[in-house]
């Protein structure tokens, strides 16, 4: 057994031995092999596979929560504070930032402000309304001569005078002027009206003089004391019209022209500006002709040039009776001969008028006369004369250049291109054709002057600036 076992193992050996042998031999013929080939062996650069063996896809995008909530600050206020910072938690009703209310602040006390203007307006409206009421007609003294037939007075164009009484003067108490002294109200025998010096006429006060009526011939007089009878002061005798078309109302200021009453005629002339310059007073006045009023200088871009072509066309093209006054400019100067020879327009043909430099008022006088005051500046800013004719309620034409377009705001005026006579010589033409249209521009012109010159609302809005400057400095 001992024999058999031992035989057993020397062939395993041997077995193991010859095994690995033969792998041995089998490894060095590969490798013997695989060093003698003499074929080059292919290969692929790796910029070649990546196109092609990749089966690879990729997406991009943002990562968002489903209850995520965007907030965007308003364009038109300023955010003064942020009161969250990023990644904080916060919950509804929990104030984010905070605006900068001053404009809207402003806004508000501008509205207000219109409120208590309207109010103002309405209480002065219940007081003229309450003087009318008030007013208690003349009873004149019976004379003491036996009577006579009366005879017809022929109609002048002048008012005539109550007859000087003969009894002492009877002083009126404020509250009830105006006070009726006497007349019927006809050219030939006008009303006669005793009033306070600083009486203020309204549209509502000359509707309710004229009634149903068509026209009326009132005097108003200012008198020594505001006494009946007394030292005459000022009178201004008016020729009222109803205009049936527009319902607006005419007036025609009657003014002596004899040698004794031409000192009279400046009182006149002063209480008629009174009347036309009222901001409640809506008038158009009675003019023979179309009339143009500008303020200019000596200055190539000050629109000269523009008024002589702009005349010119209306001249030849329409048969409006107007007439261009120029004030600030005289006639004689080389300024103004130049610019003629060079269009070959002469002013004196195409109706133009240089009245050369005048007194404030003077020219308040001149616009009260006037139909429509033309801005022709090529360059400006915010010119004063324009803001003045638009007070006065005048309807104003302006180039639209600068600062300009915002003065007529809210159609207070109307704008043309710089050096477009054509346009301008339509839009006057337009006019003076449409009392109406003069009567609307007119009102405009006044409502948004007294807003933009209102003091109040001046100092509100100068006052706000001055805050925001310090908050933020």
Request: with cysteine; aromatic share 6%; hydrophobic share 40%.
């Amino acid at each position: 057994m001992r024999a058999l076992h031992k035989k057993k193992s020397v062939k395993a050996i041997v077995i193991s031995g010859v095994s690995l042998l033969l792998a041995a031999a089998i490894v060095v013929g590969v490798l013997w092999y695989l060093g003698h080939r003499s074929d080059p062996v292919k290969v692929a650069p790796v910029s070649m596979l990546m196109g092609w063996l990749s089966n690879e896809s990729t997406q991009s995008g943002n990562v968002t929560a489903d209850n995520l909530q965007k907030i965007y600050a308003s364009d038109t206020q300023t955010v003064t504070a942020l009161l969250v910072q990023e990644g904080q938690t916060v919950k509804k009703g929990d104030p984010l930032f905070r605006y900068d209310t001053t404009l809207s602040d402003i806004q508000v006390e501008r509205q207000e402000i219109a409120v208590k203007q309207d109010d103002l307006n309405l209480n002065k409206a219940k007081k003229d309304l309450a003087n009318i009421n008030r007013l208690r007609p003349y009873v004149p003294t019976q004379p003491t001569d036996p009577p006579t037939e009366p005879t017809e007075p022929e109609p002048t164009d002048e008012p005539t005078q109550p007859p000087e009484p003969t009894e002492p003067t009877v002083p009126i108490a404020p509250e009830e002027l105006p006070y009726l002294m006497g007349g019927e109200g006809t050219q030939a025998s006008p009303l006669f009206y005793l009033c306070a010096a600083d009486m203020q006429y309204d549209q509502s006060y000359f509707e309710e003089l004229l009634g149903e009526k068509t026209e009326l011939w009132v005097v108003f007089q200012v008198r020594e004391g505001n006494a009946l009878h007394a030292e005459l002061l000022s009178e201004l005798p008016l020729k009222l019209t109803r205009d049936e078309e527009t319902q607006s109302i005419r007036f025609t200021v009657f003014i002596p022209e004899q040698d004794d009453v031409k000192e009279e005629n400046k009182t006149l002339r002063a209480a008629a500006a009174d009347v036309s310059a009222s901001p409640d007073v809506t008038v158009v006045s009675e003019l023979d002709r179309f009339t143009i009023i500008s303020t200019i200088s000596e200055t190539m871009y000050k629109g000269l040039d523009l008024i002589l072509k702009t005349s010119a066309l209306l001249k030849e093209n329409t048969s409006i009776n107007f007439v261009w006054k120029i004030v600030g400019i005289r006639s004689n100067t080389d300024f103004v001969k130049r610019l003629e020879r060079i269009l070959s327009i002469r002013s004196n043909d195409v109706n133009i008028e240089y009245l050369g430099v005048m007194t404030a008022e003077q020219i308040v006088e001149l616009q009260l006369q006037s139909n429509v005051y033309v801005h022709p500046s090529y360059i400006d800013n915010s010119p004063n004369s324009l803001c003045e004719a638009q007070l006065i309620g005048m309807p104003v034409i302006a180039c639209n250049v600068g600062g300009v377009s915002t003065l007529l705001k809210n159609d207070s005026g109307i704008l043309v291109p710089a050096n477009a006579p054509y346009e301008l010589a339509y839009h006057l033409r337009n006019l003076a054709e449409n009392v109406s249209l003069q009567k609307d521009i007119s009102e405009k012109c006044k409502k948004e002057a007294a807003f933009r010159h209102d003091r109040e609302s001046i100092k509100i809005d100068l006052l706000n600036t001055y805050r925001n400057i310090l908050t933020h400095v």
